[in-house]
C-alpha cells in the first residue's frame, strides 16, 4: 500500500529542491502517493495566514511531511511559521544528523553526530516584552515535561541506532533554576539507560570540543536555543547548510525538513544544493520502513558526490539543483 504523505514546497528556493526531492524519491522505488499543499509567504495574500488549517488537517491526517523552507513573512504576528507549525503538531524533538559524505570534502573526516533539539520551549517560547522604552525581557521557559521527554527521545534513538554515548548539553552553572532543571532531569532519565554512557557538557566547552574533537561525540540532546547553534556548527563540520538534514517528530507526526532556510536571494536560480532536501527525504523514507530505497539513495550519492560536474556551487561543483537530481536518479 502507498504511504501518503504531504507535501510542502515552501517559499524562496524550497520549491527547486523539493522537487528535485520528489523527483529522487519517486525513482527510488519508494511507494509514495503526495499531498501537495502550499504554505508559507505565498498563500498570505490569499489566506491571510501562512499556516492556513488545510496544512495542519492534511499532516494530521498522513501523519508524515516532507517540507521546504518557509520565509516568514513580517508583520504577521507569527514569530516564525516553521515553529508555530512544530507547535501546532507537539513535534517537540529536533533531530539533525551530520555525517561526514563521500566525496565532500572539509576539514574533519568519519563525522557522525546526531543533534537532538528540545523544539517547543526554552527561549522559543516567544514571551518576551519591551519593560519601558529602554529595556526589554524574554523568558526562558524549562519544564520537567519537555526536559524528560527530549532526554528520552535521545536515549530512544541511540538505543535504536546502535550508538554508545548521549551527551547532554546546557549551562546549568550560569542558570541554575531553567538548566539546572534540565540537567537533573537528563541525569535521572540517563540513570534509566545503563547500556548507554551518558555524560554532560557546557554549551561553550562544547561549541569549542566539536570544533577540536568531534570524534568524541556521538548523540547531543540540548534545550532549544543551544540546538539551534550547535547543530548549524555540526552542518559547517560536515559541508554546510546545503547538506544538513532534519527531522522534527512528536508522539503522533513527523515532518521532515533541512536545516536551512528559504534563501532568498538564490530562489528561482535553479543553483542550490538539493541534498539537505533529498537527506530530510531519505530520513523520512527511513521513519516509513522504506529501508531499500533509502539505502539505494545512499548507495547512489557515493556515487555522485565525488564528482564535482554533478555537484552544485557550494560543493564546489557546476551543476544545476536540477542537474544534480538527474545524476542521483541515473546512479539509482
Ligand atoms: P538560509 O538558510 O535561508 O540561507 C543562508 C545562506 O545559506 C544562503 O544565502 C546560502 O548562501 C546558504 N544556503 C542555504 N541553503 C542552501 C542550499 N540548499 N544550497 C546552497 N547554499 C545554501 O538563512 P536566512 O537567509 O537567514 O533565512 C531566510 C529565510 O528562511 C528567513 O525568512 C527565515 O525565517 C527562513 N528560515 C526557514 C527555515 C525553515 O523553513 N525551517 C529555517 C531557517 C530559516
Redesign the pocket.
Known sequence: MAHRVTLIP?D??GPE?VEAARRVIDASGANIEWEVVEAGEKVMAEYGTPLPDYVLESIKKNKVALKG????PIGTGFR?V?VALRKALDLYANVRPAKSLPGVVTRYENIDLITVRENTEDLYAGVEHMVGDDAAESIKIITRKASQRIVRFAFELARKEGRKKVTAVHKANIMKYTDGLFLAVAREVAAEYPDIEFEDMIVDAMAMKLVQTPEKFDVMVMPNLYGDILSDLCAGLVG???VAPGANIGDEYAVF??V???????AGQNR???L?EILSGVMMLKHLGEVDAAAKIERALTKVLPNKDMV?Y?LGGTAKTSEMADYIIKHL
Do not use: R
Not at 536551512?260 to 538564490?266: E, F, L, Y
Open positions: 515552501g524562496g528556493i529542491i523552507p518557509m520565509t516568514t516564525s516553521n554546510g547548510l546545503g525538513e533541512p536551512h532556510g528559504s534563501a532568498p536571494k538564490h542550490v544544493n538539493p539537505a552544485t557550494d
